[in-house]
């Protein structure tokens, strides 16, 4: 963290102007320190059970089908109710909601550190999730009405940005010593003291002020609904067919419900989701590069700890150091991307770094059964990084910039929303070309693999090996064509000039 995000003082009371200006005596430096480590304990979750997938399928019996659920049900709930969530803060005030979100989160991991069975754990993420909701919009409206527009809240979103591209490393890193360490349901009962810390700093933040209206509570069952059901139909199509009934029953929900969302979103008084946040070209832009983003990036964390450690033999711990590079490029990337958005228009910086981000996918593209860690993987993780880090920063500051100030808490929702469901969404897809492929060369081919190493018949583990590394490259080819739609998006919809202002000056108004 720069001096630039101490030497800022907080305001003695809410800050109602919506310029941002901090008056009073508290340091910002200690409340962006809570801030930021809340951000990283919930992004770290999206990732941190990846590693331990393998413990927990052994552990509690996990069937194949129902692994990708373990992470999924995460980003489902996470962004399914984040737009809730923000409208929440904006209702009852944001350092109360995220307080509440905090404590949801850390008795969820509680309660799946303790999970028996992998219903009850798979409940748990849920209630994760849920907590996620509430903390992270918060969390971001908090910086957006706490430092003043220009060098300060750029450096303040950098930290914060960081976070969601370093968090899903670090998760990796946690998730891998743990689980290798000490058990698998340590990736869960490590928030509990990292939460109350947390919740002890809150003290530090200061409230922003509340807003009149209530919670579209209609719109967050039928969106978050249609959302569940969509992802299901995708993932059972791949499994059982896509003319199959419940496939076509998951899909005919789907939208029915996200079309009854629409309509109760342009209706309604107070909807959970503004439909007059699309009408600038720009927002709309950033959070559909935001959702290609967020594809791309979980299914890759998803095959790739699956390859390190079915297909190259990796422990945990061993997997975990191994996306050391991805930690490295991301955290390079986001410092010198939020230097950069000053001086050059968001598209400028995002575009590029979408297009070497694809190239990384590429590179991974090319992944054998016995590909070398130093030559194939640790240079495409890097490249990847790069091109990732370098896109997080100017969409963030893209999708809040420019906003009315009632609604900072569902803009940054909105951008938190477009990563996790195009997570989930992503993992969906991706998972079943991955296993379409596999089993198109090998029936059956995860299941040959784990009986091949558990009965140590080496012939059978190779051919398996060699199919289900067949899926895993498809699915990356997959994720490259995500992130170029993102870029796509980008040079199209992302008009946005540069993010430098001067302290007291009007937000930027894009479009």
């Known amino acids: 963290m720069s001096a630039d995000s101490t030497a800022v003082v907080a305001p003695a009371g809410p800050d109602t102007s919506g310029s941002g200006r901090v008056s009073g005596g508290r340091h910002l430096g200690l409340a962006l320190v809570v801030i930021a480590a809340a951000q990283l304990m919930v992004v770290l979750d999206a990732t941190i059970t990846n590693i331990a997938l393998p413990a927990i399928q052994t552990d509690l019996g996990v069937s194949d089908s129902n692994l990708a659920w373990i992470v999924n049900s995460y980003a489902l709930a996470f962004g399914g109710l984040l737009l809730l969530g923000g409208k929440a803060g904006d209702l009852f005030g944001r350092r109360k909601m995220f307080q509440v979100g ?43 009405t706490t430092f003043p527009a220009g060098k300060s809240r750029n450096t303040a979103m950098g930290v914060y940005a960081g976070m969601a591209g370093i968090g899903a490393t670090v998760g990796l890193l946690m998730g ?12 869960f009962f490590v928030n509990i003291p990292i939460g109350l810390a947390v919740l002890a700093g809150t003290r530090t933040l200061v409230e922003a002020e509340r807003h009149a209206g209530r919670l579209d509570v209609p719109g967050a069952i039928t969106g978050t609904g249609g959302l569940i ?22 899909f005919g929900a789907a939208a029915v419900l996200l079309a009854v969302f629409l309509v109760v979103q342009a209706r309604t008084a107070h909807p959970m989701m503004p439909l007059r946040l699309f009408k600038d070209r720009s927002r709309w832009g950033s959070y559909a590069t935001m959702l290609f983003i967020g594809a791309g990036m979980f299914a890759t964390f998803y095959f790739l700890t699956l390859y390190m450690q079915l297909i190259l033999g990796y422990s945990p711990v061993r997997t975990g150091f191994a996306y050391l590079p991805f930690s490295f490029g991301m955290a390079a990337a986001a410092g010198i991307s ?31 059964p016995d590909s070398s860690y130093a030559a194939h993987l640790m ?81 059978l583990a190779a051919r398996a090996g060699e199919a289900v590394t067949h899926g895993y490259t498809l699915a990356f080819v997959a994720a490259a064509g995500m992130f170029l739609a993102g870029l796509a998006v980008t040079a199209f919809a992302v008009t946005a000039g540069k993010q430098q202002h001067t302290e007291g000056a009007a937000p930027v108004h894009m479009g």
């Open 229 to 250: 059901a969509l992802v299901y139909g995708i993932t059972r199509g791949g499994e059982h067919g896509w003319t199959g009934g419940p496939t076509l029953v998951s």
């Open 379 to 459: 240079p495409a993780m890097f490249v990847t990084a790069l091109g990732l880090g370098a896109s997080f920063v100017p969409m963030t500051l893209g999708a809040v910039s420019g906003v009315s100030h009632e609604d900072t808490g569902i803009a940054s929702a909105l951008l938190n929303t477009a990563q996790q469901i195009g997570g989930a969404l992503g993992l969906a897809v991706l998972s079943t070309i991955s296993t379409s492929a596999a089993n198109d060369k090998l029936p059956e081919a995860a299941t040959a693999l784990y009986r091949g190493l558990a009965t140590k018949d080496f012939t």
């Open 102 to 144: 905090i404590a949801v989160f850390t008795l969820a991991s509680l309660l799946g550190g303790l999970a028996p069975n992998e219903g009850l754990l798979i409940g748990a993420r849920i209630l994760q999730g849920a907590g996620a909701a509430l903390a992270a919009p918060s969390a971001l409206a908090l910086i957006t």
């Open 338 to 368: 939020s230097k950069l958005v000053a001086r050059f228009a968001p598209r400028v910086i995002a575009g590029p770094g979408l297009l070497v981000a694809a190239v990384g996918m590429l590179w991974f593209a090319t992944l054998e």
């Open 176 to 187: 891998g010593v743990l689980t290798d360490v000490l058990d698998w349901r340590w990736v």
